[in-house]
């Protein structure tokens, strides 16, 4: 596609839920990345790829978090036993490769854990 | 802990005036981004800083970036109405770490 796209772009749950969160890049872009928005905040870095292989995952709050790209293009950051702590908007960047200028962001999917 | 600073958090200011936003940040870096966002959308890029002295502009907005002084600049000149939204700058901190770093964003109010 033309940009990011990620879906979806609203999603409610309850607590203690498991969610999906996909993200389809930039055709061709091999970096991937996920970030984390709470409301009034800059966006917090979760998770890098390259390619299929997860390079950086230091910003994941803890092992409830999880992401997979396992053919190197399309993401799924997956989120067990979610909390009302866990809402907010999840981005997703992509970029021709690491530290290669642009990054090139989605329009995120709201997360609403009540 | 690497953190970045923005400068001011909340502006609110009248069409046709000029204003700067600033971006501190606590650890080396030679790359720069500046990110505008509108309400309940995506984060568009603006600008990439790869070099101490760099400046760049488009339309009413230049960018600069002091890697001595650790501080990027974003300047607007001539305010409009169209450029209401919230303006972030990024960092990359290297060591190791691949994500950029957030600050947390100047929204900016244009009144005409």
């Known amino acids: 596609g033309a940009g990011v796209s990620q879906t979806p772009s609203n999603k409610v749950t309850e607590k203690g839920k498991y969610v999906e969160l996909r993200c389809d890049p930039i055709?061709?872009?091999?970096?991937l990345y996920w970030y984390r928005q709470s409301l009034g905040q800059g966006p917090e870095f979760l998770i890098y790829?390259?390619?299929?292989?997860?390079a950086d995952d230091s910003g994941l709050p803890n092992d409830r978090f999880f992401a997979v790209r396992p053919e190197g293009s399309v993401s799924t950051l997956k989120i067990q036993r979610t909390e009302r702590g866990d809402s907010a908007v999840y981005l997703c960047?992509?970029?021709?490769?690491w530290g290669a200028g642009e990054l090139f962001f989605g329009e995120g999917s709201r997360l609403t854990v009540l | 802990e690497l953190k970045v600073e923005q400068n001011p958090l909340f502006l609110s200011m009248q069409e046709g005036k000029n204003y700067t936003i600033y971006c501190n940040y606590s650890t080396t870096s030679d790359r720069l981004y500046w990110y505008r966002q509108d309400p309940g959308k995506s984060l568009e890029s603006l600008f990439v800083l790869l070099s101490n002295g760099a400046v760049k502009q488009e339309g009413r907005l230049m960018a600069s970036l002091d890697t001595k002084a650790r501080l990027s600049t974003l300047h607007i000149t001539a305010a409009v109405h169209d450029l209401s939204a919230t303006y972030f700058c990024a960092i990359y901190s290297g060591g190791g770490a691949d994500g950029l770093t957030f600050g947390k964003g100047t929204h900016l109010i244009i009144q005409p």
């Open positions: 790829f390259q390619g299929t292989g997860a």
């Open positions: 055709s061709g872009h091999t970096a």
């Open positions: 960047a992509s970029s021709q490769d």
